[in-house]
């Protein structure tokens, strides 16, 4: 992948990034069939100086001008941690809540759960947006659609009026039953235009069209609130790069595992939450299509992200919370399913006040760094344990710098060693393995949540720092076998150049199979396809022939939460739609949780369609590749506590099929791939890296 290439004038290239919380990722594609990757520190105050940079290096790794390789690109494809930040942090616009008077306190009694149960006496945790921002409308529609309570315009008005006083830069809307009839939401609409312009809005029956009440509401605030952040964020970066020259496409990254345009985001920015660890499972489905159960693990710089691929299924959700679960925010949309915690190579060594070593979760990120990095940073972190241990190659860091290796050992000894009266080999090991441990917890907890034995998956192992730590892992689990693929240092910017475009449409109508109304089952499909096929025309010639499945989501009576379940084609209202989807409910219901009721009716809460346009590939014929694996160096590198002399590969040397013995170290140019004493490395016919342990 990084040998050099020739670059024709008349080529033409593809660009994916991921903009991480350390590192910068970016895969470059050509029309020529050719590949190459690389990496730099994310630059926080200029997000395209980071961009750039990466850009730059990827294409020096095969010959290429960096320069000519942004100006003659088609498309780019931006991941980006942004958004999800921003609400974390609670640096969004100030934004306003119109509701339906005396549901004012919707967004401060979430869905009515808590962590501890028994707590009688916890408080509410702040709502989304201030009480004091949240503002109740006389109007009222029913469940039917009929207006009880017209719209107070005069109250619409006067509130309006006085939110430029306020401050406001942003309106949510969200009144009840508005998926049935939204007449009142889009009159607001018009009002905000005339009274506000300029200002941001957004309806909650456009924000995410669903029967809850709460996810609805929390979307449109959300959503809302990040419009002006956004605008600007991707503004600035689009600006960027037609300075630079560039003149093509740009995608973004979503939640749903896909991109969309750019426009498209900006109108419904929402779908930006939790989507920079939604791409690494794409790559993890391909790696290994065949499997039955794959675990996918991307460790980057800041954060270790966990998700689960079933028979080359990417896992979704609509449970996603963005924080501590009950007393974050949702919004109930469907995105990939990934548990992240804290621990990556940036994540920070501590002694808490027991004298206990903890890892993580903060983060010493791009600024300033593990110690090892020279930028000033003091704090141990995984990186400069790995670092002290051996692991990584000083000299041949491909981060852009050399790594100082006696200011990781002097932050160890100070704040770890020192302390816990341990040599500073036996802290650094120390450090890796209660970080491993955190990794193997979270793993464990992701798929057994969703009835998953780990020791039978086949685990993936990416991102920057995750072949490091592949093998504990697989230890920890039981696991004989840890797959690192190819694209492994860039993991989820692999999967976002995978990614296809892709959306959802949702129609809230209520259904039973028993009393089917096949009157509005028929229009609710219909309106469906009529969306789907307008979607799928604005991409016309971009990518492949669209991919379009139905889907419905359905419960058994009186079950409070529901189950999506994909059909096998367009429900069709006046013939079986009803058995078909009854029978599929049926089966999904015992594959999730290991039973079912045949003889129970099932109601239907919502219909929908999800359009997938794939990307085509650039291919290029595979030539036989004849190479022999070059060790660089052997060095003395800690595994477990004791030394081993341990050769070092140059990654990009090896060929398919090679094996390697352990222990050793492969270094690749954006990851290091670290083979303990009792295992081996084997390549496959992809060059991914297949790591088996020998008693195995």
């Not at 029978?583 to 949780?593: K, L, M």
């Not at 040397?653 to 090679?658: C, G, I, Y």
Request: with cysteine; glycine share 10%; charged share 25%.
């Amino acid at each position: 992948m990084s040998e050099v290439q020739t670059q024709p004038s008349e080529a033409r290239y593809r660009i994916a990034v991921d903009t991480g919380g350390t590192f910068t990722d970016v895969v470059l594609d050509s029309t020529t069939g050719d590949m190459a990757v690389g990496k730099a520190l994310t630059t926080y105050d200029r997000v395209f100086t980071g961009f750039e940079a990466s850009v730059r290096r990827a294409a020096e790794s095969v010959g290429w001008s960096g320069d000519e390789v942004l100006r003659n690109a088609d498309v780019i494809v931006y991941g980006t941690t942004h958004a999800t930040n921003a609400v974390l942090t609670g640096k969004v616009a100030k934004t306003a809540l119109l509701t339906t008077e005396g549901f004012a306190d919707t967004l401060l009694l979430r869905e009515g759960g808590r962590r501890d149960a028994f707590d009688s006496k916890a408080a509410y945790p702040p709502p989304y947006i201030p009480r004091q921002l949240t503002f109740e409308i006389r109007e009222r529609v029913s469940a039917e659609g009929d207006v009880l309570v017209p719209l107070d315009e005069e109250q619409v008005r006067e509130i309006l009026g006085s939110f430029k006083e306020q401050g406001i830069e942003a309106v949510a809307v969200s009144f009840l039953w508005s998926i049935i009839n939204d007449v009142h939401e889009r009159r607001i609409a018009e009002l905000i235009k005339e009274i506000l312009p300029g200002v941001p809005y957004t309806l909650s029956n456009e924000a995410n069209p669903t029967i809850r009440e709460y996810r609805r509401s929390s979307a449109a605030s959300i959503d809302a609130s990040l419009k002006p952040l956004m605008a600007d964020h991707l503004g600035k970066l689009r600006s960027d790069l037609q300075e630079f020259g560039f003149a093509g496409d740009l995608l973004v990254v979503t939640s749903e595992g896909a991109v969309l345009d750019v426009a498209d985001v900006l109108d419904r920015p929402v779908l930006l939450l939790n989507s920079g660890p939604s791409m690494a499972p794409l790559v993890g489905a391909a790696a290994a299509p065949d499997r039955d159960t794959v675990v996918v693990c991307d460790m980057g710089g800041t954060t270790f992200d966990v998700s689960l691929v079933e028979e080359g299924v990417v896992r979704h959700t609509r449970e996603a919370w963005l924080g501590e679960p009950f007393v974050g925010h949702l919004t109930g949309l469907s995105s990939v399913a990934v548990s992240s915690i804290g621990a990556g190579g940036g994540s920070i060594a501590w002694i808490d006040g027991g004298g206990l070593l903890r890892v993580g979760p903060q983060s010493a990120r791009s600024t300033p760094g593990p110690a090892a990095y020279g930028r000033g940073g003091e704090e141990p972190t995984v990186t400069d344990a790995c670092v002290a241990l051996g692991y990584l190659d000083t000299e041949g860091f491909e981060g852009g710098f050399t790594l100082d290796r006696e200011a990781a050992v002097r932050a160890i000894d100070t704040r770890i060693a020192g302390p816990l009266k341990m040599d500073t080999l036996q802290a650094a090991q120390a450090i890796l393995d209660v970080s491993a441990n955190h990794m193997a917890t979270a793993i464990r907890q992701a798929a057994l949540e969703q009835g998953v034995d780990p020791r039978g998956a086949l685990i993936v192992a990416g991102g920057g720092a995750g072949a490091m730590v592949a093998a504990a892992i697989g230890v920890l689990l039981e696991a004989d076998t840890v797959l690192i693929p190819a694209t492994a240092g860039v993991l989820a910017a692999y999967g976002a150049h995978r990614a296809p475009i892709a959306t959802e449409f949702l129609s809230p109508l209520h259904n039973d199979t028993r009393s089917f109304d096949a009157g509005s089952a028929a229009r609710a499909v219909k309106e469906l396809t009529s969306k789907a096929n307008v979607f799928a025309e604005r991409f016309n010639g971009v990518g492949e022939a669209p991919n379009v499945s139905y889907f419905v989501d359905a419960r058994y009576p009186g079950q409070a939460w529901d189950l999506r379940v994909y059909l096998d084609a367009a429900p069709d209202a006046a013939g079986d739609a009803a058995a078909t989807i009854e029978r599929a409910f049926h089966e999904e219901h015992d594959r999730r949780n290991g039973t079912h009721d045949p003889d129970s009716r099932v109601e239907i809460i919502t219909w929908g369609v999800r359009v997938e346009i794939p990307r085509p590939e650039h291919s290029k014929e595979d030539a036989e590749v004849s190479r022999t694996g070059e060790v660089h160096r052997t060095d003395s590198i800690v595994f477990g506590g004791e030394s081993f002399s341990t050769q070092r590969y140059r990654g990009v040397t090896l060929a398919p099929r090679d094996k390697i013995v352990g222990p050793a170290v492969i270094d690749q140019p954006t990851t290091t791939i670290v083979v303990p004493p009792e295992w081996n490395a084997t390549l496959d016919e992809r060059s991914n890296i297949y790591l088996t342990r020998k008693e195995a």
